[in-house]
Every structure is written in C-alpha cells, then in structure tokens.
C-alpha cells in the first residue's frame, strides 16, 4: 500500500533523513519509536508531503508522489494526518471543524456532512460536544475532536504524530482508546509514538528509528521481548548508562566514584546498592591495575529503568583473561566479596579484548 525506496531529506547540510526504505501493508498498524531528533515526526512529513523530500520515491498504491503530475490535495484525501497540536480552527464549532473539508473538498451536501460528523463525534465519545467550541474542550477531547475530523474525510491511511504528547497524563488513554478501536476495525496506520506499552499492544510492526535510519524494525512482539540491536535494546528497556576509561594504574580513582555517586543518585537508587555497586567496581579495578597501563578497561554501568538491573561490564582493549580466575586469587577476599554482591558474572573474550559482565544484587 505504502512504498518508501531509498528516502532521504536534508536541510542544508544536516541529514534528517538518510536512505529509508520501508513497506507499509493494508490494515497494518506501525509504530515508529526511538529518541527525540531522530526523524520521526519527518519522516511522516514527507509521506504526506508536508516535506519534500530531497531524493528517493514514495509511492500510494502505485501511485508516484513525487510525480509531476501528482495530485497532491487528492492524495492528502487518501492520507490524512493528526497532529500532537490538534490544528482546530477556534472559531468554529466542533461539527463544523468536522464538516468543512468534507464540503469544501470532497462535495458533499451540509446536511450529509453534519450527519457523518455526528456519527464520527458518537464514535470518539463526544457526541455531546458537537456545539461546543474547542477552547471549551480539554486536551484528550481536543485530540479526539481532531481524529474525528481526520476520519471525515474518509482516508484509507491515517498518520499521528505523537498524537498524546501535548497532553495531560490523564487525558492519553481516552485518545489511545479511539486509536486503538481504528486498529481494531482494521484502518492502516502510522503512529509516531513514546507509549511503548500502546506501541506494543496495538501495532503489528514496530520501526525502532535512530540518527535518521530504520536502525531495527520488526513485529512488535518481537521488538519489544527481544530486539537484537543494542541501541533498540537500551531504548525499549529505558537504560541509563555511565562510562569511564580506566588507562593508568595512577587513574583518578576518587573522581570515578565520585561521577559513580552522582549516576546512582539520578537513578533513585536505594543506598544499600549503591554501596555494593561501588565496591564491586573498587575491588576489580585492583584486579586490573596489574595490566595497566599496557591495556585500557572501559568500565560501562548501565541501569534499565524498566527492569530494575545494574550490570557493570568491564572491557579491555586486549585478551588478559578472567581476573578473577587468575590463579593465586581462589581464597582472595576482594574475589569472594565480588562473588557475594554478584547476582551473575559472565565472561568473554574476542579478538577485541574481554568482556567481564556482572550483574550486581538487588537490595
């Protein structure tokens, strides 16, 4: 239904967009994630022509877009768009914000119009409203009120970009419960989104986007239990993360545990893991110090809000081994102490270096 081949957009020399190609099927529901500035919201642009793009083709049903014989206004019929913002003209009514495109673009009769407009506003809830003007609306019925306009012009394809995202936490899920009846009905949809668990449950396909790329996509299930990228990863399990690189015996230790208290803080984490988390790291970093400054440790915490872990890997630029297997060190205090706090310790080596991953204990 939707063909996006090799689609880039650029502003000067800021790349927004760079080399996209994606499908898009009848009745398919795709949510598009990923971190703020990464062409989310751009990409949606282009499909509606809001932006053009700088190179690449987009096609609707075989029909060109970028044609120069394209009809543009009649495409945007076919594909319409709900904005975070609501765009409502303020000084019409509700019904007529409904009726007004239907009549001035498509034809239809005002009677007709402002019957389907008070089918739609029984649809999204708001029957009641239909005199009202939208400053006399809160946020979640404004939003409502403008997916209900969308849907009066009858489009095969609906876009939202970040459709809650000016709202108030109280008022998204009445504006996902709409979207999620459309999905239901089986209208094909687009959705910009940062409701992760609404992204889930609702779309088919999930587009993970990062610096203007499709960097992961897939079917939602599998996106969001098992992504096989680590930046789709670190998103989706919303990790923090905190790096420090360790390349001399003589290395400001207490700068480092300094920057490690601050991280913790950020975190909320309670003071009893944050004590073992430090001294984990202390009595690794003396496990290590034998091969510095010959080898460089890059010391990585990360913390996923969404699950609660604290893991610590330590990598080196070269194969040392286990430190904490080095012979010698079976009865070590230090040894044992890391043992105690570890929930899981793994290691791994390559032709990169070791990997020593610890997950620390909850407390």
Do not use: W
Request: proline residues 4%; aromatic residues 6%; hydrophobic residues 40%.
């Amino acid at each position: 239904m939707i063909k996006i081949e090799h689609v880039t957009k650029h502003y000067g020399a800021l790349a927004v967009l760079k080399d996209i190609t994606a499908e898009i099927r009848q009745g398919e529901v795709v949510a598009v994630i990923g971190p703020s500035g990464t062409g989310k919201s751009t990409l949606l642009r282009c499909l509606n022509l809001l932006e053009k793009p700088t190179s690449g083709k987009i096609s609707i049903d075989g029909v060109d877009l970028l044609g120069a014989d394209t009809d543009v206004p009649k495409v945007r019929q076919k594909m319409n768009m709900v904005f975070q913002s609501f765009n409502l003209f303020s000084h019409l009514t509700v019904l007529e914000n409904l009726t007004l495109a239907p009549i001035k673009l498509r034809g239809i009769s005002h009677a007709d119009a402002e019957n389907k407009g008070r089918e739609l506003l029984k649809l999204v809830g708001l029957a009641a409203k239909a005199n009202s003007f939208p400053d006399e609306l809160s946020g979640g019925q404004k939003q409502r009120v403008a997916i209900a306009r969308c849907l009066a012009m009858e489009p095969s394809i609906i876009l939202f970009d970040e459709p809650t995202s000016a709202l108030d936490p109280t008022m998204v899920s009445e504006v996902l419960a709409v979207i999620r009846r459309l999905a239901k009905d089986g209208m094909t949809m687009i959705i910009v989104t940062h409701e992760m668990d609404f992204a889930r449950d609702v779309a088919n396909r999930v587009f993970y986007m990062d610096e203007g790329l499709i960097y992961e996509e897939g079917p939602s299930a599998e996106i969001f239990a098992n992504p096989k990228r680590e930046k789709t990863r670190a998103f989706i399990q919303r990790i923090r993360s905190y790096t420090y690189l360790i390349d001399s015996p003589d290395f400001d230790f207490y700068a480092m545990n300094g920057e490690l208290e601050v991280f913790c803080e950020r975190q909320f984490l309670p003071r009893k893991t944050r004590d073992n988390l430090l001294l984990l790291v202390e009595e690794i970093v003396q496990l290590y110090r034998p091969h510095l400054p010959t080898t460089t440790v890059t010391l990585t915490v990360n913390y996923s809000e969404k699950t609660g872990l604290l893991t610590m890997q330590f990598a080196s630029n070269r194969v040392v081994g286990n430190v904490l297997k080095t012979e010698g060190l079976d009865d070590d205090l230090g040894v044992n102490l890391v043992t105690h706090f570890a929930e899981r310790i793994d290691y791994r080596a390559d032709n990169d270096g070791d990997r020593l991953e610890i997950e620390v204990k909850k407390t």
